[in-house]
Structures are given as structure tokens and as C-alpha cells.
């Protein structure tokens, strides 16, 4: 009844605020709520305080002792929801399917697919020498076994 409570207190927040989305949410058996959100502009400490204070205001610690975590999705964190991958155009990733992996940029994200893009140097057809080829790759959401944004400095 507790999860129901704190579910129901979560989708509301999330509804008055649509540019956030969940990426994780569990309660631990000492009443340990974590919730990982991400947002469509990214998110900023006080979104995290919006959905903190949305879900702690509305329980009795009287009632229900509990511990509350609200964080976003660390930059590390693997992409798991279809919106981060629109968020991430134009960047990075280390993507692997069950039989392959691939890095380059991201520069397609639809409904059903991504698109990567890199460039790799090949032999030339005629002659001598190599030549810089765009490669690219459309992968389907459900081939994606994991998928990471690339950090570069």
C-alpha cells in the first residue's frame, strides 16, 4: 500500500511537470524510496527538489518512517528510456547489440530506431593509399543491449 501511495504521488508530479520523465524507481525494505528521473532539457537540483518535496509532502512520517532519494541520471548511466536518445542528438555512443557494438554519433532518433553515424579509413578501390569513408548504422530500439553516452575532454 505504501509503493501504491508513493507510485501514485510520483505519476502526479510527473504529470504537472512534462518534461520529466522516470528512469528508476524502487523501495527498499526499510522504506528507502529512490527515484532517477531525467528530463528532455536535463535536469537541474531544483526538479529533483519538485519531485522530493511532491512525494514528501504528501506522506505522514507519523504514520510511515521512510528515507527519501530524488536524483538524476548520472552522465555515465546508460540510456534506457527512448527520449534520452532525442535529448543526446548530435553526441557520442558506445552502443552494443547482442552481436555487435558500435561508436559514433548519434544523428537519427526516431520512434522505433536510432541512427549512428563515424567515419573510418578504408583502402583506396584503385590504387595506393587510403580513403575516409561515413559509415552508418540504424539499430533498432529492442536490438540495443546497452547504449552510453561518450565523454570526451
Do not use: C, F, H, W
Given at each position: 500500500m505504501f509503493k501504491t501511495t508513493v507510485e501514485n504521488l510520483l505519476e502526479a508530479a510527473l504529470k504537472d511537470r512534462p518534461d520529466l520523465f522516470l528512469i528508476d524507481f524502487s523501495i527498499q525494505g526499510d522504506n528507502q524510496i529512490k527515484v532517477v528521473i531525467d528530463g528532455d532539457n536535463g535536469v537541474l537540483v531544483e526538479d529533483c527538489i519538485f519531485i522530493s518535496r511532491a512525494i514528501e509532502h504528501n506522506l505522514d512520517r507519523e504514520e510511515q518512517d521512510f528515507?527519501?532519494?530524488?536524483?538524476?541520471?548520472?552522465?555515465?548511466?546508460?540510456?534506457?528510456?527512448?527520449?534520452?536518445?532525442?535529448r543526446h542528438l548530435n553526441r557520442a555512443l558506445k552502443v552494443k547489440t547482442a552481436s555487435d557494438k558500435f561508436e559514433g554519433t548519434l544523428v537519427n532518433a526516431t520512434d522505433e530506431s536510432i541512427t549512428l553515424q563515424w567515419k573510418v579509413r578504408e583502402p583506396k578501390p584503385i590504387g595506393k593509399g587510403k580513403v575516409t569513408v561515413i559509415k552508418?548504422?540504424?539499430?533498432?530500439?529492442?536490438?540495443?543491449?546497452?547504449?552510453k553516452v561518450m565523454i570526451k575532454f
Open positions: 528515507s527519501l532519494d530524488v536524483m538524476s541520471a548520472g552522465a555515465t548511466s546508460p540510456l534506457v528510456n527512448k527520449r534520452q536518445y532525442k552508418e548504422a540504424n539499430i533498432a530500439y529492442e536490438d540495443i543491449v546497452e547504449a
